[in-house]
């Protein structure tokens, strides 16, 4: 199949599934990009999400990023508007309808059923980028002084990838 | 009845430019800062309800956000308006940074210094996940959910589609029974 449909058609179905925003589809785009289309391999994937967590600007440019490494120019354009599109469309027409729903059960309960799905696949990028970054004991630590760090206090991230990139180059990661 | 100023094309443009380009790794908390605090779009009971919704529908959080704002002031061309204020800076920026990475990528030093940012970008991943899973506390029988579609890719391998069809109904039906019972 032409690259560029199948980049359009892949991440447009992603767009609708991506419960929990662009992290929550990570696995997805990594299950595609490495291990089913042979795009890229592991740590390249671990590279581009890096350098998109150290671009300022929505988490959804992964998506930019993996059309650019796939197909230049038509490839990133691609994927950006697959990824953003079809969800963008839904809530532009859901926006009226959540209102009209507010406070009942039916609400409460797809909420209830989703988030922790979400939340699975949120914390499933995380230990995918982290499989990737495979760095031995030395990253493994950086990844939860990180947790912690971020969990304890409301630091910009920015300085945290910062460091992240000195202790890299000092070959401690 | 409340007030409500207009905003224009260009003001919802700029905006989510700024909005965009001030926040690292998700930009949602200064989106709020500056729609409710700087400028007064929203008020802070609007923003809370829309993120509700925001969080809720499928895709990128911020993105929808910027189509909710953009097409309740605008309509439909506001909500493009937005859309392309948020997306087109980072975009670029990205792309310029793609191409240094397919330029440089293989050198040793820049090798090293992803490893590092890797590592770290995985933490604050990690940590927006445990961040999101501290309100799944008051429903504690959810967290299997949680736990079983993270084994299920991680582990398995198993295809997104698949398994979000296969767990959602699961999840929402032990949701409805345990959690929202019927008045």
Redesign the interface.
Same mark, same amino acid.
């Given at each position: 199949m032409n690259v560029l449909a199948d980049i359009v058609l892949q991440f447009g179905? #992603?767009? #609708?599934?991506?419960?929990? +925003?662009? +992290?929550a589809?990570?696995?997805?785009m990594h299950?595609l990009a490495v291990?089913t289309r042979h795009w890229m391999d592991d740590a390249?994937f =671990?590279?581009? *999400?890096?350098?998109?967590?150290?671009?300022?600007?929505?988490? =959804?440019?992964i998506a930019?990023?993996i059309g650019?490494?796939v197909a230049g120019?038509s490839g990133?354009l691609a994927a950006?508007a697959a !990824?953003?599109g079809?969800?963008?469309l839904?809530?532009?027409f859901?926006?009226g309808l959540?209102e009209k729903i507010?406070g009942t059960?039916w609400r409460? *309960?797809?909420?209830?059923?989703?988030?922790?799905?979400? $939340? +699975? !696949?949120?914390?499933?990028?995380?230990? $995918?980028?982290?499989? +990737?970054?495979?760095?031995g004991w030395g990253?493994?630590a #950086?990844?939860?002084?990180?947790?912690l760090v971020?969990?304890n206090s409301r630091l910009?991230? !920015?300085w945290? $990838?910062g460091?992240?990139? !000195?202790?890299? #180059?000092a070959? $401690?990661? | 009845m409340e007030q409500r100023h207009e905003v224009s094309h260009s003001e919802l443009f700029w905006g989510f430019c700024r909005i965009a380009l001030s926040g690292f790794g998700g930009v949602m908390s200064w989106a709020r800062r500056a729609m409710v605090e700087e400028r007064g779009w929203l008020s802070s009971e609007e923003f809370t309800s829309l993120f509700g919704l925001c969080q809720f529908m499928p895709g990128p959080n911020i993105v929808n956000m910027s189509v909710c704002v953009g097409s309740r002031f605008q309509g439909a061309s506001g909500a493009v308006v937005s859309l392309l204020g948020l997306l087109s800076a980072p975009c670029l920026l990205i792309i310029a940074l793609g191409a240094l990475y397919g330029r440089f990528g293989a050198l040793p030093a820049v090798q090293a210094m992803l490893r590092g940012v890797a590592s770290v970008a995985a933490g604050l991943i990690l940590a927006m996940g445990l961040r999101m899973a501290a309100d799944l506390f008051k429903r504690p029988l959810m967290l299997i959910f949680s736990a079983a579609i993270l084994g299920e890719v991680v582990f398995l391998h198993w295809p997104l589609l698949a398994v979000m069809f296969g767990l959602a109904p699961v999840s929402m039906w032990v949701a409805a029974r345990r959690y929202c019972k019927a008045p």
């Amino acid at each position: 199949m032409n690259v560029l449909a199948d980049i359009v058609l892949q991440f447009g179905m #992603l767009s #609708l599934v991506a419960f929990g +925003g662009a +992290g929550a589809v990570l696995p997805e785009m990594h299950r595609l990009a490495v291990e089913t289309r042979h795009w890229m391999d592991d740590a390249t994937f =671990a590279h581009l *999400v890096a350098i998109s967590q150290a671009t300022p600007g929505p988490n =959804a440019i992964i998506a930019t990023l993996i059309g650019w490494h796939v197909a230049g120019w038509s490839g990133a354009l691609a994927a950006t508007a697959a !990824l953003c599109g079809p969800s963008s469309l839904l809530i532009f027409f859901f926006m009226g309808l959540w209102e009209k729903i507010r406070g009942t059960r039916w609400r409460l *309960v797809i909420q209830a059923g989703i988030a922790p799905l979400a $939340i +699975g !696949l949120v914390l499933a990028s995380g230990c $995918i980028i982290t499989r +990737g970054a495979d760095g031995g004991w030395g990253a493994y630590a #950086l990844t939860a002084a990180t947790v912690l760090v971020a969990l304890n206090s409301r630091l910009n991230p !920015l300085w945290l $990838i910062g460091a992240g990139a !000195l202790l890299g #180059l000092a070959g $401690i990661a | 009845m409340e007030q409500r100023h207009e905003v224009s094309h260009s003001e919802l443009f700029w905006g989510f430019c700024r909005i965009a380009l001030s926040g690292f790794g998700g930009v949602m908390s200064w989106a709020r800062r500056a729609m409710v605090e700087e400028r007064g779009w929203l008020s802070s009971e609007e923003f809370t309800s829309l993120f509700g919704l925001c969080q809720f529908m499928p895709g990128p959080n911020i993105v929808n956000m910027s189509v909710c704002v953009g097409s309740r002031f605008q309509g439909a061309s506001g909500a493009v308006v937005s859309l392309l204020g948020l997306l087109s800076a980072p975009c670029l920026l990205i792309i310029a940074l793609g191409a240094l990475y397919g330029r440089f990528g293989a050198l040793p030093a820049v090798q090293a210094m992803l490893r590092g940012v890797a590592s770290v970008a995985a933490g604050l991943i990690l940590a927006m996940g445990l961040r999101m899973a501290a309100d799944l506390f008051k429903r504690p029988l959810m967290l299997i959910f949680s736990a079983a579609i993270l084994g299920e890719v991680v582990f398995l391998h198993w295809p997104l589609l698949a398994v979000m069809f296969g767990l959602a109904p699961v999840s929402m039906w032990v949701a409805a029974r345990r959690y929202c019972k019927a008045p």
